[in-house]
């Protein structure tokens, strides 16, 4: 713990290190030089082959190939050490990263480090809320996706992968209702809106909830792999730091998280995944948000984490909100200028849940 509380960047190298699903390019150089050493030091390829690794023969000497494009990460790694070169120096070595299932074949750069910043996580917890991994079957590649209705939270997910993944291409994918048509200038319209260039954007059909929905798509499964190798590190650090903790928070209600003025009002946090709303539950008690957490009744296996108290709900504004979520921030700035206005507004969370439950039912 003590360590955690000290980092400031993610070792993405060290984090995919263990993944055998990773494969790098290296500097042919480098590749020759692990050659030589291994016969230095057991003699032959298939002597060192047999003793410490086990593969076939065919496979293990296609790695010393010139047509050899890439090589299982952890593999060289373990060569290499068997050879008493460090990490360190490997890493240095590595021109790009790819992982079997990608629509695209050819290598891409990783940043070696990422910086752990408020901006990162909150990010990171959005991508959580609203991405999934594009599997639709298990002989199909994978690919990032990303998905939201609001032209601001995808924007903002753009900005965010070209801050921290500079060399990742990706395109945004329109999802236009089969009942609706859109012309020419209307696509325009929505394009210009996008902070992506016209060769990025792709419009398609289908309904999807009867809404234009904006999906922004990444054919690299690498970074589906990077991406769930850090989730442990990102959600401990954020356990520890309260302004991590926020911004964790902040991203997950940027994507899921909902917010209700009329009579009442409250702001809620639903998702099926109960581990991750039980960890968000831990973070707002630690932030000192009052709250309740439970399965809806009328929706099984829907988590929900419902905040209503007025204290809470101001506490909530003040050190996260919604963000980006234009919408959703606006109603929740509403909700506190009507409790600065009137004060002695009182909310019960017993009864705001009962007539919440029967808002949304």
Known sequence: MVFLLNVTKVD???????????????????????????????GTLSKYNKINLGLKSCTFRYMFKKYARTIQFSRLVKMSGDCGI??????????????????????????????????????????LAEGDTG?????KPRKLRFTNSEISVINHFIGWIRKYFRDLDFYVNVIVPNSVVLKNYEK?????KLNASE???????????????????????IIIDLFLSIEKIIKEISFINTTYASAYIRGMMIGEGTVYSNNYFYVRLEMRNEREVKFISNLLNNLGIKHTINERNK????????????????????????????????????????????????????????KAEKHIA
């Open 199 to 221: 060769k990025q954007i792709k419009f398609s059909s289908g309904n999807y909830n009867k809404k234009l929905k904006y999906r922004v798509c990444v054919d690299r499964a």
């Open 299 to 354: 929706r099984h296996g829907m988590w929900s984490v419902f905040i209503g108290r007025k204290d809470s709900v101001l506490k909530f504004h003040q050190i996260i909100g919604f963000g980006v979520h234009r919408k959703r921030q606006a109603i929740l700035d509403g909700i506190i200028d009507s409790i600065s206005v009137n004060p002695d507004v009182a909310v019960t969370t017993r009864l705001l849940i009962a």
């Open 188 to 192: 325009c319209i929505i394009s210009q």
């Open 135 to 139: 599997l639709s079957g298990k002989t």
């Open 86 to 127: 460090p990490k360190e120096v490997v890493f240095s070595k590595i021109t790009g990263f790819r992982a079997s299932g990608s629509h695209r074949k050819n290598n891409i750069k990783l940043p070696r480090y990422i910086p752990i910043n408020e901006n990162f996580i909150e990010g990171y917890a959005l991508y």
């Open 12 to 42: 993405t190298y060290e984090n995919l290190l263990q993944n055998k699903n990773v494969y790098v390019a290296v500097q042919k150089e480098f590749i020759r030089e692990i050659r030589c050493k291994i016969k230095t030091r057991y």
